[in-house]
């Protein structure tokens, strides 16, 4: 037996966080990041500031959410409550999409488009301008002491953070009222206590994920790469290494490959005799035609690091797919940069399924991409995100600027006048969506013996104002002795017309007698 140290701790089960300083890359997936982020970006920031004229009554904001009259407005579309079912369709095409994109080449989403993604990089990228590259900001990081320099960097690079949070939920708060007015009152200090609460909460919020959570927010927060799994399966194109071709891995593959290399085209240039030997390595297996190389002796992985240097998340993609991977490709592009100085052929990380992987390490080429894409769960979502939209539009499309919900009174049923007229009464809700005020002429079908008539107005018009709703009571009266007065119950359609436009639009409702 040994003697135990009661006073030694017990190890920890948790590792503290290590910072993650990504290096900069360039390559096709960065650029294409770049443009992602500047669409997005730009499409946040300046949307609230675009016009749109839509007339004396209604706000000339292009995009607008008006909570306080209840109406969504997209450039020429404009949203009622009573039609949420867009919002609705919107939604589950966009749950529909992210299901086909992470079904066909994982998560892209999160990759590119994600918010955290989007702000994380500008973020990344402010830090960089400030700091300087990955070596710079690792030296700064390790530097215990708070000089006056480090505290320069720090100050400027968190201050620029701080503008970017403000400006982030700035524009938040546009889309809810007009931008330029919310802009004025911010200012001198009149606008809502909402309005300032909620760029407080979004630019802490913002400065925080983006600046200092970053990977944190995607690994621990984000429910999605839990719920990914259910999205893949062995034809989805994802990020991965050519395990097969890159190991074994090691610094000193470059020198070796290049004297065997050299030894092999002396060999071929003898056997073929002189001026006319070209050297010609044999062909990885499964690669493109085109993309030369040798699958004997040491691997084209030369563990430069290059891969997990430039990696947002940390993580090395050689050790196979991962949770934290967020399919960004940045890795990619570090690798075929790496490949192309040492001579070697891209592709040993690449978009690639493990369908691929078999296929190559048998000495087979890989499916096309299409193959990979064009499957049924694919097509099925696909299909199903069409149909959707389809509908949408169809709907946005058949809608009427005119329409009209009627309530019968319950309470009571029917009143029987002096004269034995049965009486029902009716709450009418009439709907202009016109940006002017229209005229409205009201009347009934379904019983000729039954009359309507509007409360408070002299006729069956009724002036409904521009862009809202009146609600009106109405009455149908029938006469003592016809059918609708003695039998329980009939049915009627209210009519209600445009007497600008002609257009028209019904309900249909019931009238209460006295029964036989």
């Known amino acids: 037996m040994t003697d ?8 920890s089960l948790y590792a503290a966080r290590e910072p993650i300083f990504p290096k900069k890359v360039y390559g096709k997936f960065r650029n294409l990041k770049w443009i992602i982020l500047g669409v997005t970006l730009g499409i946040y920031y300046l949307f609230p500031w675009i016009r749109w004229d839509r007339g004396p009554n209604l706000p000339d904001q ?27 369709g919107l ?17 892209v989403w999160c990759g590119y488009a994600c918010p955290q993604t989007v702000w994380t990089d500008l973020f990344i990228l402010v830090e960089r301008w400030i700091e300087g590259d990955r070596n710079a900001r690792l030296r700064l990081h390790r530097q215990e002491k708070m000089d006056a320099r480090k505290l320069r960097l720090r100050l400027t690079k968190w201050l ?6 403000v400006a982030t939920g700035g524009a938040w708060v546009f889309y809810f009222t007009d931008a330029p007015t919310l802009l004025v009152d911010l200012f001198t200090l009149n606008a809502h206590p909402i309005a300032y609460t909620t760029i407080a909460i979004l630019t802490a919020t913002t400065f925080f994920f983006g600046g200092f959570a970053r990977e944190q927010i995607c690994i621990y927060a984000c429910p999605w790469p839990r719920i990914q799994s259910a999205m893949l399966d062995e034809d989805t194109l994802t990020v991965a290494y050519r395990e097969w071709r890159g190991e074994p891995r090691g610094k000193g593959n470059v020198r070796r490959r290049s004297a065997e290399q050299a030894v ?23 690669l493109p035609s085109g993309i030369q190389g040798t699958t004997e002796g ?20 050689r050790d196979g797919q991962q949770m934290e991977c967020i399919t960004c490709a940045l890795c990619i592009d570090a690798c075929d940069e790496i490949m ?9 990380i690449d978009y690639m399924a493990l369908t691929d992987e078999e296929s190559e390490r048998a000495g087979n080429p890989p499916k096309p991409i299409l193959k990979h894409i064009l499957r049924p769960r694919t097509i099925l979502y696909t299909v199903l995100w069409l149909a959707v939209g389809f509908g949408l539009v169809f709907a946005l499309f058949i809608r009427q600027d005119i329409d009209m919900t009627v309530a019968p009174v319950r309470n009571p049923t029917f009143v029987t006048m002096s004269d034995g007229t049965i009486r029902n009464t009716y709450e009418v809700r009439l709907l202009n969506k016109h940006g002017e005020a229209r005229d409205y002429n009201l009347t009934v079908t379904g019983a000729p013996d039954v009359t309507l008539v509007v409360e408070g107005v002299v006729g069956s018009n009724v002036v409904v104002p ?24 009939s049915d009627l359609r209210i009519w209600v017309e445009d007497t600008v436009s002609g257009e028209r639009a019904y309900k249909d409702t019931i009238f209460n007698g006295r029964g036989r």
């Open 264 to 286: 092999e085209a002396e060999q071929m240039s003898r056997a073929a005799g002189p001026g006319k030997a070209t050297y010609a390595p044999t062909p990885y297996p499964g």
């Open 62 to 88: 292009a995009v607008l959410i008006d909570l306080a009259n209840r109406r969504f407005y997209f450039f020429w579309i404009e949203i009622w409550p009573h039609e949420f079912y867009f919002v609705a």
């Open 91 to 107: 939604l589950v095409m966009a749950g529909l999409g992210l299901f086909l994109f992470t079904s066909a080449l994982g998560r």
């Open 466 to 489: 521009a862009d809202s709703t009146l609600n009106q009571r109405v009455y149908l009266e029938a006469p003592s002795g016809t059918e609708p007065a003695t039998d329980e119950r």
């Open 298 to 317: 040491p691997g084209d992985c030369i563990d430069c690091m290059a891969c997990v240097n430039v990696c947002p998340m940390g993580i090395d993609i």
């Open 340 to 348: 192309d100085k040492i001579g070697k052929p891209r592709g040993l």
């Open 160 to 165: 620029v953070w701080l503008v970017i949070a």
């Open 4 to 11: 135990t140290q009661p006073d030694t701790p017990p190890p």
